[in-house]
Every structure is written in C-alpha cells, then in structure tokens.
T-cell receptor, first 115, second 113 residues
C-alpha cells in the first residue's frame, strides 16, 4: 500500500512569487485535503477535493487554490506569496466524500519558506 | 477562536509510567475525535479515534476517554515507551456532511528512559 507522497520536500520562494505543491494520494483513497501548519500551531484546514471539485474551504484567501486530478492526485497553488505563508503544508487523503469521515492519512509535508 | 485546545505544551514521563494527554473543545456539535502523533520531519500519523456515542476506546497501549458534559477528551498511554516521544495532536470534526478536522496546538511528550 503506497502512502501519501508530497513534493517537493522543501522550497524557498521570494515574496510575491507563486508556488505549486504536489500530492499523490494513498492508494484506494479518493479525497484529498490540504492543511497549513505554522510553527507551534496545529494543522489548519485549507480545502478539500472530492471528485475533482472543491468540497469545502477553510479561512484562506482566494490566492490559495487547488486541483484534483482523475487519478486523485492533487496540487496546491499559492499566488502572490507573503511572508506569513511560510509553513509546513500537509496533504492528507481519505476514502469518502462529503458525508463520510475516515481518518486522514497525511504525507510528510512540504516546508515552504518565503523570504 | 480556538475550538480545540491543548493547554499543556509539553509533558515529561518516566518510561513504563502512564502518559495522560488532555484536550478540551468548545463546540458541542463535534461528534468524532481523533488523536495524531507527529515525529519531526514526518506528517501526523493517525493513532486512535472515538465517536461521541462512546466514552472510551482502546487500542493496545492507547486509550482515549471522552467526557461530553465537560467537553474534554484524554489520551492515556500505558506503559509509556521512549519511542512514544513525539508531538500529539487532538482533532475534532463532525460526521454529518462536513469535511474538515479542527486540530489543537499539540502537546510534546518526552518519555525518559
């Protein structure tokens, strides 16, 4: 069973730039969620994708956007990077859509540093 | 508005003893609770969960207790082992038509050999 994989592991960007983070779901999972974990905080929900559509969104501005592909892999795009976007970005997959909860399985994350 | 709180940032326990990690929540509509463990440079790993219709769930050395009236849950690890040293996050969610977990800020557990 292949777990959730994320790329890249680390990334350094300059304020104002754009970034794309990638995630491959665990096999058998059809739902992908993205979380942001700032230093000393718990993960904060960004959004979830199910059947290639956004299925819910947390308190993040529109410059955070995503995609889910037919193979259930996903991308997180962040435009106009700000210093406060520096964080660990976690991708999680699960089986189920909007009305079914199963434990999220997380990848190891992408550490984004914005300078 | 921090709906899920872990008020102890850190905890040290002797190997072989019991570790008790606590979590409080404010939203009485939460009906599914989880604990995750996180090692440095790794993502959170699911540990154990509990539905609001139960007050206890066990899995090996790990037991989660839920007190709905107090809006409090706890994770007991018995006996504690050095490999349990990690950051533990509690999370809460709704099982009816929702999609996001609300995480606490974590408790760093150190098990001393």
């Amino acid at each position: 069973e292949t777990g959730v994989t994320q790329s890249p592991t680390h990334l350094i960007k300059t304020r104002g730039q754009q970034v794309t983070l990638r995630c491959s779901s665990q096999s058998g999972h059809n739902t992908v969620s993205w979380y942001q974990q700032a230093l000393g905080q718990g993960p904060q929900f960004i959004f979830q994708y199910y059947r290639e559509e956004e299925n819910g969104r947390g308190n993040f501005p529109p410059r955070f956007s995503g995609l889910q592909f037919p193979n259930y892999s996903s991308e997180l795009n962040v435009n106009a990077l700000e210093l406060d976007d520096s964080a660990l970005y976690l991708c999680a997959s699960s089986f189920g859509g909007a009305t079914y909860n199963s434990p999220l399985h997380f990848g190891n994350g992408t550490r984004l540093t914005v300078t | 508005d921090q709906q899920v709180k872990q008020n102890s940032p850190s905890l040290s326990v002797q190997e072989g003893r019991i570790s008790i990690l606590n979590c409080d929540y404010t939203n009485s509509m939460f009906d599914y609770f989880l604990w995750y463990k996180k090692y440095p440079a790794e993502g959170p790993t699911f540990l154990i969960s509990i539905s609001s219709i139960k007050d206890k769930n066990e899995d090996g050395r790990f037991t989660v207790f839920l007190n709905k009236s107090a809006k409090h849950l706890s994770l007991h690890i018995v006996p504690s082992q050095p490999g349990d040293s990690a950051v533990y996050f509690c999370a809460a969610t709704f099982t009816s038509g929702t999609y996001k977990y609300i995480f606490g800020t974590g408790t760093r557990l150190k098990v001393l050999a």
